[in-house]
């Protein structure tokens, strides 16, 4: 490399030094200026310096070509100390944020898969239909005429599993149905019924006059009886009604009776209301059974 020519000096002037030795020439580096073969600009002009939040710390030199500088990846730096430093923090903050963020929503996926995972069915299954699945068999000795259009409907869902059955039962020789019989089976997938199952039905006679509550052991993990008979010992006039509620894990079955009596029904002797309850006690058990897997 050729050496620029010496400006000649005046005599009371001193010589002047020597020039300093040129720092290699640093190599084309790729940068964003969309120009062929682009250069960075070397150190001292303008667009080389860095803003102030990229400036080195006193006493370092500073770089050649910034813009050749690979991007460091790593923990994240310590904050900055007050009187300087502003948009350190703010990229500081913006990392530790995202940092949270992230972590709040892998904790938040694990809760709600644990909470559908967690769903206690013991086994059982909500059959399409219930009117053919349920066994009520204990009634069949006193309504022996089977109804040929009962209603049954089904529900199925991510959150709940659901079999619905309502029937006529008849005597013999009855035109129309002398007492109902429905059943129900839910399957609650997604939320545990225990709380809400216990105060509908453990206190079924605080929000309804007249009904007699007893709780029922040795069917699933509670079930309660709740009964009523209006007809006053006689069989002119009056309702019997009798629900057996029962809930075995997050599964809950109701099973109810109902027969409403006038002077204009062929029926004038409908069936004790302790049998109805023995026989729903002895039905709902059976049921349940069919329907686990």
Known sequence: MSTPPQVPQPADQP??????????????????????????????????QPTLAAQPPPGQQQPGNPYAQAPQYGPVPPV????????????LWAAVGAVVASAA?????????????SADLRGYSAPSNMCSSADYSSFKDEYTQNDSSPTRTSLKDKALDESYCSLGL??????????YLTMQLDLHKKTDPAPEFTATWKNYGDSHT????????????EAYLVSQDTTNGSSS???????????????TYTM?????????????????????TDWLKTDAKATLRQLQD
């Open 105 to 117: 929503w892998a904790a938040g996926v694990l809760l709600v898969g644990g909470q559908s995972d």
């Open 256 to 276: 109810s009776y109902s027969v409403y009596l006038t002077s204009y029904d062929e029926d004038k002797d409908p069936p004790a209301l302790t049998d109805v």
């Open 237 to 251: 006039s009056g309702s019997r009604y009798a629900t057996l509620a029962v809930r075995d894990g997050w599964v």
């Open 15 to 48: 010589a002047q030094q020597p020039p300093q030795p040129q720092q290699p020439a640093v190599p084309p580096q790729p940068t964003a200026y969309p120009y062929p073969n682009p250069q960075s600009p070397q150190p001292g002009t303008f667009y080389a």
């Open 170 to 179: 008849k005597k013999p020789g009855s035109s129309y149905a002398d007492a």
């Open 210 to 221: 007249g009904y007699d509550v007893d709780a029922v052991e040795g069917i699933g993990d």
């Open 80 to 91: 900055p100390p007050d009187g300087g430093g502003g948009a350190g923090r703010a990229v």
